[in-house]
């Protein structure tokens, strides 16, 4: 029995009204799903993190962030502290995005910091890895990713671990509507899943989901979701629109059971 986490990783979209609404229709079209099996997160900006908790309570729908800084608390101007996350009632947090390494210039130090930083409130990181297309032409993709997982979690132990969730978002699937085939993403899960069995041990690699992100959208989730080493979706556009983010929700739901 396969079990899936579908996360929306909203970006700098929605404030709190246009969240609001999105999160009643996800909800709304929750209800009735056999969940069991599949959790459901969206991630919205910051600003709108409290209105979204506020409209998912009691529902199974869970809110994430997209970031965090490393420190608890302090001189930090305009950044948010992983203990303010919890306070609002987060579950996860994107770390390491891509989009982050690129215009904020996060290198896998400071991702592997803020990873820690979620642990230490009780709060799930996802870490992004993945690489460019540059990169994969160079036949490169293997070492890439082994750099960005060995550095970012170089400081977290096989117990911590088993909190923590990694997303393989190629940069070239991100946002072009151009998504890897079921085999690249299956051979890279493949590989990601033996990178964490020899960072950790094969239990605890096969405890750590890692999802897929890139392009994911109703038309292409089934064939994803079914790939062995795939266990859900770090989904962008597609999560903008109650349907689509609904519809790839019912996809794992149907292969779950
Ligand atoms: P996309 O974004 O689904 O719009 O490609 C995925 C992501 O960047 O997390």
Known sequence: MRSYLIAGNWKMNLG???????????????????????TVLVCPPFVSIAEAVFEAEDSALLVG?????????????????????????????????????????ET??????????????????????????????????QDVVRTQLQGCLAGIDAEAAQNVVIAYEPVWAIGTGETATP?????MHAFIRAELAALYSQPVATGMPILYGGSMKPDNAEELLAC?????????????KADAFLNIVKTAVSQAS
């Open 183 to 187: 085999q690249q993403a299956q051979d």
């Open 108 to 141: 896998d130090a400071v991702i592997g910091s803020k990873a820690q930083a979620l642990l230490a409130s009780g709060l799930t990181p996802i870490i992004c890895v993945g690489e460019t297309i540059d990169e994969r032409r160079a036949g490169r993709e």
């Open 16 to 38: 709190p009204s246009a969240a609001g609404t999105l999160i009643r229709s996800v909800r709304q079209g929750l209800d009735g799903l056999n969940l069991e099996r599949v």
């Open 228 to 240: 062995p080493d795939v266990d859900g979706g770090l989904i962008g556009g597609a999560s903008l």
């Open 65 to 105: 962030a997209q970031n965090v800084h490393e420190k608890a608390e302090g001189a930090y101007t305009g950044e948010i502290s992983a203990p303010m996350l919890a306070d609002c009632g987060v579950s996860h947090a994107i770390v390491g995005h891509s989009e982050r390494r690129q215009y904020f210039g």
